[in-house]
């Protein structure tokens, strides 16, 4: 017998199902919650658009992100950018998690959760900001949103800050599309988009 | 994982790569009652601790360093001294599934080592923490860390002699 099989068995004298480390990773959310370094909560939603990731800290929502984005290089981002205190910790997304699914069933057209904007700044932030305006059902051009902004000639930088928001859905930037009516991009996917606009036009 | 030395993984990903190891080694050290407290308390510290670690720590001997710690409050905490010493050996738990014969008397011949030789087992052999960081946790030199963790596990291979048929588990 080798050294390697002696350990081997030693380890197999302890162990550890899923479950009993499941419900010790549950208390040390909740405990990390309580001392006040749970910097960033996140669960995955499973939705007519795919699996969603979203994450929080304790100012509000900070993050959505479509499985196309990778989840798990999304939360090297937030590990990155925010902090590296990141648990799996469902509670902290049960108000949104409840909004969510209200929106997909079409029983609510805006959301009501605080949000975190951490994650973005300039003017980038100032288009976010002004896509709550495009209401429910309706849509608006990129050079009709940089004309909100009163930077008519921004239209590529609307584009952008589209591109790159980090809370789609939840801030419509799926509202906007091409002057011609045409889609235009989306950061989840052009399919994605589609069922979005359709289910608020329905 | 590729992470460049500013980067670090987020905390989630040392739960999950380091969770099983870290509660074994708690087990073996202070008993199944205690374990989980001792668990849950490593990981709380760590966390409070992790953005301040180093990006080139050797982040599993960082926490069975802290699981150390945190097990000898956990054992004060219980009314017990400083150092935990052998529990009542975990009993053949038949609830538990896939736990053989020769699971339980490991565990209880482990729970049965002098505490010097179980403690260098738990953190060398379950915990793979280098002989020299053992040495710093238990006292005395590298060399009499190496000589507890071989003694241990000398006494180890005696129950799974045993335990096991003469042909030994293929």
Known sequence: MTTDELLNAVT??????????????????????????????????????????????????????????????????????????????????????????????????????????????????????????????????????????????????????????????????????????????????????????????? | MTSTPTTKVPFEAIVALHGATVLRVCRAVIGPNEADDAWSETFLAAMRAYPELPADANVPAWLVTIAHRKSIDVGRAAGRRALPVAEPPEQPSLDQPGRTELDADLAAALGALATKQRLAVAYHYLGGLPYAEVAELLGGTTESARRAAADGMANLRTTYRGVTPESGIT
């Open chain 1, 12 to 202: 197999g004298a302890f162990p550890v199902d899923a479950e009993h480390l499941g419900a010790l990773h549950a208390r040390l959310a909740a405990a990390a919650d309580g001392a006040g370094i749970l910097d960033v909560a996140y669960r995955t939603l499973d939705t007519p658009v795919g699996s969603l990731l979203l994450a929080a800290t304790p100012i509000g929502l900070v993050r959505v992100a479509y499985g196309a984005e990778d989840h798990d290089a999304v939360l090297s981002q937030l590990s990155q950018r925010i902090s590296p205190r990141i648990l799996e910790a469902p509670a902290r997304l049960d108000a949104v998690t409840r909004e969510l699914d209200e929106y997909f069933e079409g029983r609510r057209r805006q959301f009501e959760v605080a949000l975190d904007w951490s994650l973005s700044s300039g003017y980038r932030s100032v288009v976010l900001h002004r896509l709550a305006d495009i209401a429910y059902g309706r849509r608006a051009s990129y050079t009709e949103v940089a004309r909100l902004t009163d930077n008519p000639k921004a239209v590529r930088a609307v584009g952008s800050a589209c591109a790159t928001n980090p809370l789609p859905v939840v801030v419509p930037c799926h509202r906007v599309v091409r002057s011609d009516g045409s889609m235009g991009g989306y950061l989840g996917g052009l399919e994605a988009k589609r069922v979005l606009l359709a289910l608020e036009s329905s």
